[in-house]
C-alpha cells in the first residue's frame, strides 16, 4: 500500500529505493517516540499537482522541531522542493506525503540529540476514515495534559495516545473516538478536529487540548468567508444534545460527516447540514483553486 518495488523516498539528500530504507535500532526515536512529523496532500488540479498549504505544513514542521529541540537544517521552500520532485518521481498526482524528522544516531539518554535525518515519503491514499458517516464514541482516555507536553508540535509520541484511544473505540464497535481534555470539555478526535453544528452556526474547540489542524483553520476560514459563524468555545458531550450536526477535519480525513457520538443521533444528513456544504467548498478549494469562491452560499438552517 505505502511502496512497491519502485518506489522512490527521500533521505538526507538522496531519493532511495523505499523498501531499502533503513535506520538505527539504537535510536530516540523508536525507543522514545522523539521525532515530528508532517501529514500533507497533494491534489490533482487543472494547473498540475498542487500541494495544499505547504508553506503551512512545513512552517509548522519548523516549529514542531525547535518545540522539541530536534535540529531541521532545510527551509521552508528547500523542503517545497524536495516534496514536488518526490511527486514527479513516483509519478504521483493525488497523494498523501509524509515527512518525518527523527534523531538518526544511536543514543540512549535523555537529551537533545545534535543532529537528525530528515525522511520523506508519499503513496497514493484516500480519505483515511471513508466517505461514510461516523460514529464516534466518547473516549475514556482524555487528551495529554497541554502543560505537560507541547501539543502544538506533531510529535510522534504523543500519538500513542491516539492510537489506544481509537482502537479503544473501533473495538466497541465504534468508527472513531471523540477525546475530552482534562477539564472534561470536548477536545478532538485521535487525529481529527471536532465540529458541530447548532441554530445555523458552527462550533469548535479553542487552543488548549487540541492540534489547532491546518484543515481545521481552512474550514474556519471557508465558513466566514461564507457568512456561517464560527465559535470557538469550550463545550462539554452534553452540548451535542442540541446539535443538528457534526463533522471531523484533518489532513487525512478531510472533511468527514459525524452521523453519532455514543448513539445519539444528529437529526440531519450530513449532505444537508453546514458541514456537508464546507465540504463541498473545500474539495473545490483543494482541487481547482479559487472554484470555492464562485460557489454560491447556501444558507442551511
Not at 492540534?211 to 465559535?231: F, W
Request: some cysteine; proline content about 5%; overall charge neutral.
Amino acid at each position: 500500500m505505502y511502496f512497491s518495488s519502485t518506489t522512490l523516498a527521500y533521505i538526507d539528500g538522496d531519493f532511495i529505493k523505499a523498501d531499502g530504507a533503513q535506520s538505527t535500532l539504537y535510536s530516540q526515536s523508536l525507543h522514545y517516540g522523539y521525532a515530528v512529523f508532517e501529514g500533507i496532500r497533494a491534489y490533482n488540479t487543472p494547473q498540475g499537482p498542487r500541494v495544499f498549504k505547504a508553506r503551512e505544513h512545513y512552517e509548522r514542521l519548523h516549529y514542531s522541531c525547535q518545540a522539541i529541540g530536534l535540529p531541521l537544517h532545510q527551509s521552508v521552500a528547500e523542503l517545497t522542493g524536495i516534496t514536488y520532485q518526490l511527486l514527479e518521481r513516483n509519478g504521483l498526482q493525488d497523494a498523501y506525503i509524509r515527512p518525518l524528522v527523527f534523531a538518526a544516531e544511536p543514543h540512549m539518554g535523555l537529551t537533545t540529540p545534535a543532529s537528525s535525518s530528515l525522511f520523506m515519503a508519499a503513496w497514493a491514499w484516500g480519505k483515511y476514515l471513508g466517505d461514510k458517516s461516523l460514529r464516534l464514541l466518547v473516549s475514556p482516555y482524555q487528551r495529554p495534559n497541554p502543560k505537560a507536553v507541547p501539543l502544538e508540535a506533531k510529535v510522534a509520541g504523543h500519538y500513542v495516545n491516539s492510537i489506544i484511544a481509537s482502537s479503544h473505540a473501533k473495538a466497541q464497535g465504534y468508527d472513531e473516538a471523540l477525546l475530552l481534555d482534562g477539564e472534561g470539555f470536548v477536545a478532538e478526535g485521535p487525529g481529527a478536529n471536532f465540529f458541530f453544528e447548532k441554530g445555523g452556526e458552527l462550533y469548535t474547540a479553542p487552543a488548549g487540548s487540541i492540534l489547532r489542524g491546518i484543515t481545521r483553520n481552512t474550514i474556519v476560514e471557508l465558513a466566514r468567508e461564507a457568512g456561517i459563524r464560527v465559535r470557538e468555545e469550550f463545550f462539554t458531550p452534553d452540548a451535542l444534545k442540541e446539535a443538528t450536526g457534526a463533522f471531523m477535519t484533518g489532513t487525512a480525513v478531510e472533511v468527514v460527516g459525524v452521523a453519532s457520538v455514543n448513539e445519539q443521533q444528529f437529526s440531519k444528513p450530513f449532505s444537508e447540514t453546514l458541514g456537508g456544504y464546507i465540504a463541498e467548498r473545500y474539495q473545490a478549494l483543494v482541487r481547482g483553486g479559487d472554484l470555492a469562491e464562485k460557489m454560491p452560499f447556501r444558507k442551511t438552517a
